[in-house]
């Protein structure tokens, strides 16, 4: 499995964003797949995640502002961003793996800064 993320940019505090990682494959629906992301300085975290079929999980820090969906006839998760702060600037990632295994499949990451 490959995976390409898009979509990162400049937005102003307040402002809304969505990154997409598209991924190959044909087992792409078979996956759960995962949002990370690492800040200047600071470890990777996690972000967002949605199951195989469907079920949703949230970091506090981003629970109520951000959305992830994923399209598996177009092979794409996405995370849909609002309410953006500048302490969510970061190299956003995605990630793949089966349901309650690890991730294993990484993208190449995609930069969204948030100015205050």
């Known amino acids: 499995v490959q995976l390409q993320a898009s979509g990162g940019g400049l937005v102003q505090t307040g402002g809304s964003l969505r990154v997409s990682c598209a991924g190959s494959g044909r087992t792409f629906s078979n996956y759960k797949m995962g949002w990370f992301r690492r800040a200047p300085g600071k470890e990777r975290e996690f972000v967002a995640s949605?199951?195989?079929?469907?079920?949703?999980y949230y970091a506090d820090s981003v629970k109520g502002r951000f959305t992830i969906s994923r399209d598996n006839a177009k092979n794409t998760v996405y995370l849909q961003m609002n309410s953006l702060k500048p302490e969510d600037t970061a190299v956003y990632y995605c990630?793949?793996?089966?349901?309650?295994?690890?991730?294993?499949?990484w993208g190449q990451g995609t930069l969204v800064t948030v100015s205050s």
């Open positions: 949605i199951k195989s079929r469907g079920t949703t």
């Open positions: 990630a793949s793996g089966m349901d309650e295994m690890q991730y294993v499949y």
